[in-house]
């Protein structure tokens, strides 16, 4: 079994707060599963009266948000450190993400800041 391999079902949640300077690319919010038995959503800092599905449960993705994020096995990957929606997005990736998994239905969250 490869190290980073996981049954079918299993959602391993290893999400932690981060932060990282703008402009930093490739940021992952760590959670080991299937990414279509996960659903992710965000309160971006831009918007924080607001929540954002950016993917659900059988691979739903919102299109307008496929610029910066992208769902594999190790988590959600952001694909660019913003504190403002800029021409990839609608939105900033700095906020509070939440992950909830099919299999067992529990949520958990962890904050992504980014610094000037």
Known sequence: MRENAFVSGDCLQNLKNTAVYEG????????????NNVKWTIIPSSDEFGS???SDYDGYRDLSLVGLFYPDQNGLL??????????????????????????????TAAKLLVVR
């Open 24 to 35: 930093d690319e490739n940021t992952v919010m760590g959670l080991t599963a299937d990414p």
């Open 52 to 54: 954002y599905t950016i």
């Open 78 to 107: 952001i694909l660019n450190a913003a504190t403002a929606p800029n021409g990839e997005g609608p939105i900033s990736t700095s906020g509070l993400y939440i992950a909830q998994c099919s299999n067992d239905g529990n949520r």
